[in-house]
């Protein structure tokens, strides 16, 4: 294969964990509520999945109790949000520092152990012959999944009537409850769910990426997807691309160094990092007449009886 | 509205304090004394001066024992005190480099007459509180500051190098190597050198590509910098990281893989080559027994095959036996001291000759050494 499709392949294979997480976060966002916990949620979902992996052996049971795991972080977040109004912000950072230590505790029986598992993939080989679309020829089950899982999620948002409200109860919540539609039930479901895929990107992580449970093995890539968010302005195909253009600057840099561009290997680890500011000023730029597309109650506690 | 916050905040503060508590109990049965970082006063209760004088030993780990690597080569060692001593030493775990390493070690120092500080950025913290406690002694892995009361240790990391390097090049077919590096530090690029030497020793073609992955510990991008690599067509790859992403990444194409610090054989059982492995033990139970004897002196260890801190991994089940045979053929020269690996001469990838014919590079320019051999493709940045 051609060197445009290896790196094609590594940046989708790298992107995948972090298009979930920016998927769960879309969905967190365009209901209003900011989650950081993204980070803890996916360590959680990555130690449920090592340790019940390694119990059960059965990867669709891994995938439900990882699932339920992270569906009630998630749920906690929500709780303190929604109903108890908290700061969206203290309590994301509560519930990533919370994450991140309990998966310490909880994974010391399993850390290290190489989880014994391999993934379907999907083959189509007829594909292989045909440049650029050969990448699509030997693809795990996930990747595909993601991939169809942010077209669908793109069509609920934007072509749905639940996706219009969701865009009502981000934006202006007291008219959504005006019109009917349950703020509060909007956005505990969608935290809950959107949670849930961010448990995805660390079960994607660990099944399919490094396949043995590492205290902190997320490493900062949950605060990568959260700036993703902003950078896919909440669109789920936009994320899309955002995921795999970061996974591919990461290995684009290894690239870079094996052709001895004598460029320093510190300068291709910023590459990711200014590549985003590069991409938020372009798109500021663009749009800088134009109303922001942000949600427009991110942040906010729905609160009834309070005029905005 | 606020007081609920707090009310929650607390309640989930409790809840991890109960999960930790837990924890420590957990630890207490496996005759561990794990601290918290914030709290690392308790100290073991075996401390009897009266009848003889039991050390009270600390270490102080840059991560955690179950990391597969590093910190778990050192908690070895310090099972192995434990054992031969009859005490309980007290650990505390990811200390980070910095003023919180500095702390923790004074803390430390308070109640114990031996600390280990097991990382190369503990140096100056090492230093600066063994001025205040100069009753205490203090061991820092890898470093190069002693003082009266500090001494240094580190593993000859190239002889290891040298042998894995002689089964990498027996392996390749194509000439082509991968290698995975953290940093460029030293330690690592006379390892990396090292290796190439001896790959080139069985075919002298054979090229080391080498990425930086500027990180000790990051699987994904370890993985990543791993696949690059595989992506050139290298069929032997070795990483100098923490984590076995790497090797996991090769056994997932069928490609000899190679890791560092410890047995890393059961992420790919069958791909697995061998590497360089450290054991700490036998000197901290000689430090630990010199300090009894009250004949501890300040001095800057550097132990290989021969003083028995250095070795490599048993080799993965598929590697050949003529292989195997050949390495093993060689560690008997590093035991006996009878082979140098820095021997001249050898050329820089510039093409500079670095090392005269028949000369051998001193301690102390393998232990700075900031160039790469002949044959590594890869740059050490500026």
Excluded at chain 1, 130 to 137: D, W
Excluded at chain 1, 173 to 180: H, L, V
Excluded at chain 2, 192 to 203: D, H, P, R, S, V
Aim: hydrophobic residues 45%; charged residues 15%; glycine residues 10%.
């Amino acid at each position: 294969m051609e060197m445009t499709s290896l790196i094609l392949i590594a940046a989708i294979s790298g992107g995948t964990s972090l298009l979930f997480a920016v998927l769960g976060g879309i969905l967190n966002e365009k209901a209003g509520v900011i989650n950081l916990g993204t980070e803890g949620i996916m360590l959680i979902g990555a130690v449920m999945s090592a340790i019940v992996f390694l119990q059960t052996q059965n990867l669709l049971i891994t995938f439900l109790v990882m699932l339920g795991a992270t569906g009630i972080l998630g749920f906690l977040h929500a709780f303190l949000c929604i109903t108890l109004r908290a700061n969206q912000i203290v309590s994301g950072l509560a519930v990533t520092l919370f994450g991140s230590g309990l998966s310490a505790y909880i994974g010391k029986s399993v850390a290290g152990a190489p989880i014994p598992v391999s993934i379907p993939k999907i083959k189509l080989t007829f594909l292989d012959s045909i440049p650029l679309l050969s990448v699509f020829a030997n693809l795990d089950i996930f990747i595909w999944s993601s991939m169809i899982v942010s077209i669908v999620l793109y069509l609920y948002m934007y072509k749905t009537s639940w996706g219009l409200h969701l865009k009502a109860v981000g934006d202006n919540p007291s008219t959504s409850d005006a019109m009917g539609i349950s703020v509060i039930a909007f956005r505990y479901f969608h935290v809950v769910i959107g949670s849930m895929f961010m448990g995805c990107a660390g079960f994607y992580l660990i099944m399919a990426y490094s396949p043995n449970w590492i205290e902190g093995m997320t490493s900062g890539r949950g605060w990568i997807a959260i700036a993703l968010i902003i950078f896919a302005r909440w669109n789920p195909i936009y994320a899309l691309f955002g995921a795999y253009f970061f996974g591919g600057l990461d290995s684009l840099g290894f690239r870079m160094q094996i052709y001895d561009l004598n460029i320093p290997s510190y300068f291709l680890k910023m590459i990711p990092y200014i590549a985003t500011i590069i991409v938020l000023m372009f798109i500021g730029w663009k749009n800088r007449s134009k109303p922001s597309i942000k949600p427009k109650s991110l942040g906010n506690p729905y609160f009834r009886e309070q005029r905005y | 509205m606020k007081k609920l916050l707090f009310v929650a905040m607390f309640m989930i503060i409790i809840l991890t304090l109960g999960a930790c508590s837990q924890a420590s109990e957990d630890e207490g049965t496996k005759e561990e004394d794990t601290v918290e970082t914030s709290a690392p006063t308790e100290t073991t209760e075996e401390t009897d001066t009266e009848e003889e004088k039991v050390p009270r030993v600390a270490f102080v780990y840059i991560g955690v024992p179950a990391d597969g690597g590093w910190t778990k080569t050192h908690d070895e060692g310090r099972e192995l005190v434990d054992e031969t001593f009859g005490i309980t030493s007290t650990t505390v775990e990811n200390v980070p480099e910095g003023p919180d390493a500095e702390r923790v070690i004074e803390e430390l120092a308070q109640n114990h007459d031996i600390v280990f500080t097991t990382s190369y950025g503990y140096m100056d913290p090492t230093n600066n509180v063994a001025k205040k406690y100069p009753d205490v002694v203090f061991m820092h892995a890898t470093g190069y500051k002693t003082a009266e009361n500090v001494g240094t240790y580190q593993t000859k990391g190239f002889e290891p190098g040298y042998l894995s390097g002689l089964a990498a090049g027996s392996l390749t077919e194509n000439g082509k190597i991968g290698y995975v590096g953290a940093f460029p530090t030293p330690e690592v690029i006379y390892t990396i050198n090292a290796f190439t030497l001896a790959a080139q020793t069985i075919k002298p073609e054979t090229e080391v590509n080498v990425v930086w992955s500027n990180t000790w510990f990051d699987p994904t991008v370890e993985r990543q910098a791993a696949v690059s690599l595989l992506d050139q067509g290298v069929d032997v790859l070795a990483n100098y990281q923490d984590s076995p992403a790497g090797i996991q990444a090769a056994a997932e194409r069928g490609v000899w893989g190679m890791g560092n610090d410890a047995d890393m054989s059961e992420y790919a059982p069958d791909t697995y080559v061998t590497n360089p492995t450290i054991n700490w033990g036998d000197y901290y139970v000689e430090m630990v027994q010199n300090w009894i004897d009250g004949k501890w002196e300040s001095h800057s260890y550097l132990g290989g095959f021969k003083e028995g801190m250095a070795n490599i991994a048993p080799f993965g089940k598929n590697v050949p036996q003529e292989v195997q045979d050949l390495v093993n053929e060689k560690k008997e020269e590093f035991f006996n001291g009878t082979f140098d690996v820095f021997t001249g001469p050898i050329y820089d990838n510039k093409g500079e000759l670095r090392v005269a014919e028949g000369e051998t590079m001193s301690i102390e320019d393998i232990l700075t050494m900031n160039w790469l051999v002949k044959g590594v493709n890869g740059t050490i940045p500026e």
